[in-house]
């Protein structure tokens, strides 16, 4: 029950964090000399929003024991570590 019930919540933030990207990209004007048509007030409530629900995905995350530090990694992205053989460096016995 209480790994349901998680899992819908962690849905609900999803969904929550998509549709108000959605609504801001959909709002955010695509010429720059056209106005917002947000207020000030109304940018910081959406922002404090986001803020909320990236702090209770970072808990349920951390609830579930997972890694909240991970970032996307590319493909083509160098890597930090590097694998060096090191069968040419054995020393042969006189």
Do not use: N
């Not at 801001?24 to 909320?52: G, H, N, W």
């Amino acid at each position: 029950m209480v790994d349901q019930t998680l899992s819908q919540e962690r849905r609900i933030l999803m969904a929550m964090r998509k549709t108000l990207a959605s609504i801001i990209r959909d709002l955010t004007p695509r010429e720059p000399m056209q106005a917002y048509p947000l207020s000030e007030a109304t940018v910081e409530d959406v922002k404090a929003c986001f803020d909320l629900i990236a702090a209770r995905e970072r808990e349920l995350a951390t609830q579930e024991g997972l890694t909240t530090r991970e970032l996307p990694r590319f493909t083509d992205e160098p890597k930090s570590a590097q694998v060096i053989t090191i069968s040419p460096l054995k020393t042969t016995k006189h």
